[in-house]
């Protein structure tokens, strides 16, 4: 409502679209099937969701699908399946191809009321012609002329049609370049995903989305920032075609740093096989941050905690990792891990006879977790890390089960081989230096590989005139030889789980083949890792 508005971080977004009215509001998310949705897209997704449900509107799903060139069915399917994981059905899915026709049409009456013609001149003298506000040799065309080479040449593709595009007629001098006789069609011989070869000639995105706004009934287009001079050549259009007006609502760009967001340079990654694929844990696809890790809700809340901003901003990935740790810590399971890296034996002298079994919980602020089995034994392992903190004749606490003097340590040149210690369970653990984690030196424990990514590029961001193929990081994927308690072996791909004092992590592929089970980590929003990621 109007003066609701309030100052300060509100996990709600407070704002209205100007002219909204309660049950008539109709938002459209436009992706093109160029590529998978990233973390962009699905704030733009977000935002046009919750404008349609604040307002008991509707959503449209558009396949802005206009550019064979670029488009694939593949994509269009991922984009299906990703937006129903973030929980964003539209009310109705559409298609721009499915308005080629009526392009087509609107397209030869722009002609014919002599606001459009084509034009053959060379791209290079185009866009000089352009940028010097230069009228084009083409542009006092005869209405018969265009009309000829639009629906006879380009239509069909001709060698002639091959040569020209249709460009609005607006104001070749106007000092909003967007303004100056922007192309409307183009022609492209690439088969369509949908349409096949039907179409040799296809509307820009400038020509396309303004009428398919209108005539889909959208009353409020949410474009990204950038695109805030194009509102006037949106505005054109529609006049130019007696088309209903739309209202455009601006909302900034999501960047993160050392983040790469376009398509075409996310593919060119894919292209490269630098990255496994579009779902790589080091990309800011949605499946590649599910795969790291975040969570559905984690995102959510992310996109809701940044709100409607104007600023264009280029966010830390801490941010958004710290939202998603608040929704995993409190329900990831804990376990134990140990770098397997020379591992030190520990004997208990008065450990217990034989090895046994206990059932504790998995987490312990909450029961709902679960339990898992933790083995005890007189023959223990611990990380060689952990155990170079401790000292002969120290007590220290040995996690979850109780104090232990360490009587020797035994080590080989630097390293650490073995300790002879006992347990002395009546002591305080609140007294001790040092508190490490162990496993029962048992044949229950599994192998574990624990990655860790870095960002693809090394600066935070790749300014105008810089090419991000000079700043790729040599170094992007980390692993770490671990062992794990024998209760990792039950985990399902997905799974999102924290080992003690290491952090948390998420289960891409369990163990096959002899293979250890393979764990990503998850970012958790605090640390800068030791790769600076
Ligand atoms: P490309 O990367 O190929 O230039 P695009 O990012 O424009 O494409 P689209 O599929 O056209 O991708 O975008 C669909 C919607 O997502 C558009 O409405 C666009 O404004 C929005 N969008 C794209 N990138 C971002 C981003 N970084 N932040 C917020 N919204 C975005
Ligand atoms: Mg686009
Ligand atoms: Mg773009």
């Known amino acids: 409502a109007a003066g609701g508005k309030k100052e300060g971080h509100k996990a709600s977004f407070d704002i209205e679209l100007k002219g909204a009215k309660d049950g008539e509001v109709v938002t459209r998310f436009p992706p093109e099937p160029s590529g998978y949705l990233h973390i962009g897209h699905a704030k733009a997704a977000i935002l046009n969701k919750y404008f349609a449900d604040m307002y008991h509107g509707k959503l449209i799903i558009r396949f802005d699908d206009t550019n064979p060139s670029k488009e694939k069915v593949e994509f269009q399917e991922s984009i299906t399946e990703d937006l129903k994981l973030l929980g ?10 499915d308005y080629f026709q009526i392009m087509y049409d609107y397209a030869v009456q722009m002609i014919k009321d002599g606001k459009a013609y084509c034009d053959d001149t060379a791209v290079e003298q185009m866009r000089d012609e352009r940028m010097n506000g230069i009228a084009s040799p083409r542009r006092e065309r005869t209405v018969e002329e265009n009309l000829k080479l639009f629906t006879e040449d380009m239509k069909n593709a001709t060698e002639e049609g091959l040569k020209n595009c249709l460009r609005a007629k607006i104001d070749y001098q106007a000092l909003n370049k967007t303004l100056r006789d922007p192309v409307i069609y183009r022609t492209n011989l690439t088969p369509h995903h949908r349409t096949g070869t039907a179409w040799k000639i296809y509307p820009t995105y400038d020509f396309c989305c303004p009428i398919v706004d209108s005539l889909e009934g959208v009353t409020h287009a949410l474009r990204t920032i950038e695109y805030r001079d194009r509102n006037a050549q949106y505005d054109w259009m529609l006049n130019a075609m007696k088309l209903r007006k739309v209202h455009i609502w601006d909302f900034a760009r999501v960047n993160f740093v050392r983040t790469l967001l376009s398509k075409r340079k996310l593919q060119w990654f894919v292209d490269k096989e630098m990255v496994s694929n579009w779902d790589d844990p080091r990309f ?13 809700e984690g995102l959510k809340n992310f996109v809701v905690s940044q709100g409607p901003s104007k600023n264009i901003i280029n966010l830390d990935w801490n941010l958004i990792w710290a939202v998603n740790k608040k929704v995993i810590d409190p329900i990831a399971p804990r376990h134990t891990a140990l770098n397997a890296k020379n591992l030190v034996k520990v004997h208990l ?4 006879e034989k090895p046994y079994s206990e059932k504790k919980p998995k987490h312990k602020k909450n029961a709902e977790v679960g339990e898992k089995d933790v083995i005890f034994a007189a023959d223990l392992l611990l990380e ?6 401790l000292e002969d004749g120290e007590e220290a606490t040995f996690m979850d089960w109780g104090n232990v003097i360490i009587n020797k340590i035994h080590k080989e040149g630097d390293v650490i081989k073995s300790i002879d210690a006992t347990l002395h369970l009546e002591g305080d653990f609140r007294k001790t230096k040092h508190k490490v984690n162990w496993l029962a030196d048992t044949a229950d424990t599994v192998k574990v590989d624990l990655v860790d990514f870095d960002h693809l590029i090394t600066k935070d961001k790749i300014e105008d005139g810089e090419n991000f193929e000079d700043f790729l990081t040599p170094e992007t994927e980390f692993h770490t030889a671990a062992i794990a308690d024998s209760n990792v072996s039950q985990m399902k791909e997905g799974d999102i789980i924290q080992f003690e004092r290491k952090g948390y992590y998420r289960l891409d592929q369990v163990s096959k ?4 089970a393979v764990f990503f980590t998850i970012p958790d929003g605090k640390s800068v890792n030791k790769y600076g990621a």
Do not use: Y
């Open 349 to 352: 002298a008065n450990g217990p």
């Open 513 to 516: 083949d002899g293979k250890p």
């Open 384 to 389: 060689q890390e952990d155990a170079a903190t």
């Open 284 to 296: 800011p696809t949605v499946r590649g941050v599910r795969r790291r890790g975040m969570t559905v």
């Open 88 to 97: 964003i059905t539209g009310d109705v899915t559409t298609f721009s191809s």
